[in-house]
């Protein structure tokens, strides 16, 4: 087993995180901001964050998710193959455990729509394969 280019870890880590920062802004402002106001209206989700510096921890956590992302593809890549079929896999696996059930919880349990917490989940489960998928493009041995 070689061993792992953290170098390039990082630089498909980081610009997997890009990729999947975009597809949150997509999921967040372009699909889901109208259904956040009407949630946030009946009082099923609070008008503000409970905390202030929600934002910037999100940005923190995408960037330590598709940091993960990187590393285990480049950890797998000798054993199930390299190439963008182990990267996809991966980060379906990754994102399914990432996203799927907190928003299972959540749709059944919190009183917002259910296609808000399929937006969730989408927004984890797909970011995972984009920031995967983005990390086993640009990684080299």
């Keep these: 087993m070689g061993r792992i280019n ?5 630089i498909g880590g980081i610009v997997g995180w890009v990729v999947w920062m975009a597809w949150s802004a997509i999921t967040n402002f372009v699909v889901l901001m109208p259904r956040y106001a009407q949630a946030g209206e009946a009082g099923h ?5 409970r905390y202030g510096f929600f934002l910037p921890a999100w940005f923190v956590l995408l960037l330590v998710l598709a940091l993960v992302c990187a590393w285990l593809y ?8 390299a190439g963008p079929v182990t990267a ?5 696996v ?6 799927f059930p907190l928003a299972f919880s959540l749709a059944a349990w919190a ?8 937006w969730w989940m989408l927004q984890l489960w797909v970011g995972a394969i984009l920031a995967t998928f983005t990390a086993g493009w640009l990684y080299r041995d």
């Design 111 to 118: 009183p917002v729509a259910r296609v808000i917490t399929l």
């Design 45 to 49: 989700l609070l008008k503000e964050p």
């Design 6 to 10: 953290m170098k390039r870890v990082w």
């Design 88 to 92: 996809i896999k991966l980060g379906f």
């Design 74 to 81: 480049a950890a797998v890549r000798t054993t199930l193959g």
């Design 94 to 99: 990754l994102g399914f455990l990432a996203g």
